[in-house]
């Protein structure tokens, strides 16, 4: 009898603006294809969870003050504390929803004015994800859903130079074709929007793929 060998799973990334709906669509695109009898997994940075984590949440809170390139690198670190059970949950053929990633590293710390090759750069070899979904909103919309929060970045001036960052990175994702990369427009309806991440979601669920990658090498 031939011998089965389980592929490996999805490592999908939604990224996006604050308000955007995100961790909305995150949960519900995990319990879709939990439906679909795809075993998924949920995860999220900053994971505020870990030492780090914690150090980064409370500078978020404005509990405490950190130097712009000491938070950065806090906020990769993060991501690197996790590279390697990524790696094993992906090889053991669990799917990975992922709130986050590089990209608002990069996004959040360039728009305060950190040079862009510098902000990348801590993040390169992390484990590449087969899918990038950007939920884009302008950030009036993003307003109208309950206001900012209280949160250091939340602010609309802050919120409209991320959103340029996004922009770039994106298109430079979608130049280099080593990733890809989707704009979701996240301003329609819950339901809406999970429908068209659904239709992306579908195709690379029908791929072959081979080994994750390596972000930005
Ligand atoms: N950061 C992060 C960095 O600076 N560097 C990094 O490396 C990383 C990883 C915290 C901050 O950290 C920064 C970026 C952030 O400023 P976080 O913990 O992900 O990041 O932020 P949160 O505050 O948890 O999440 P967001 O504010 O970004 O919200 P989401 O997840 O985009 O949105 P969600 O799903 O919580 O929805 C927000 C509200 O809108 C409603 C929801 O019900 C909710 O009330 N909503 C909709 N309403 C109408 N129509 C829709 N389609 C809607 N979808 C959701
Ligand atoms: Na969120």
């Not at 590089?102 to 004015?113: D, L, Q, R, T, V």
């Amino acid at each position: 009898m031939a011998q089965q060998t389980k592929q490996r799973g999805m490592f999908i990334v939604i990224e996006g603006l604050d308000r955007s709906g995100k961790s909305t669509q995150a949960a519900r695109l995990v319990e879709h294809l939990q439906k679909d009898g795809i075993d998924a997994k949920l995860i999220k940075f900053p994971d505020r969870t870990t030492s780090i984590g914690k150090t980064i949440d409370s500078y978020l809170r404005s509990q405490s003050d950190l130097d712009d390139r000491a938070i950065h690198l806090l906020f990769s670190a993060n991501r690197w504390e996790l590279a390697s059970s990524i790696h094993q949950w992906l090889a053991s053929g669990i799917t990975l929803i992922c709130d986050r990633y590089a990209f608002s590293g990069i996004a959040f710390s360039a728009a305060k004015g950190l040079p862009y090759a510098w902000c990348r750069s801590p993040d390169i070899a992390l484990p590449a994800p087969d899918l990038t979904l950007f939920l884009d909103i302008t950030p009036e919309k993003a307003k109208e859903r309950g206001g900012y929060g209280e949160e250091r970045y939340e602010k609309e001036e802050m919120q409209r130079k991320v959103r340029d960052v996004f922009g770039r990175i994106g298109s430079e994702m979608s130049a280099s074709r080593e990733s890809s990369w989707v704009v979701v427009d996240a301003g329609e309806t819950m339901d809406e929007v999970e429908q068209v991440i659904w239709s992306h979601i579908e195709p690379v669920a029908k791929t072959v793929l081979g080994d994750v990658g390596k972000l930005w090498q």
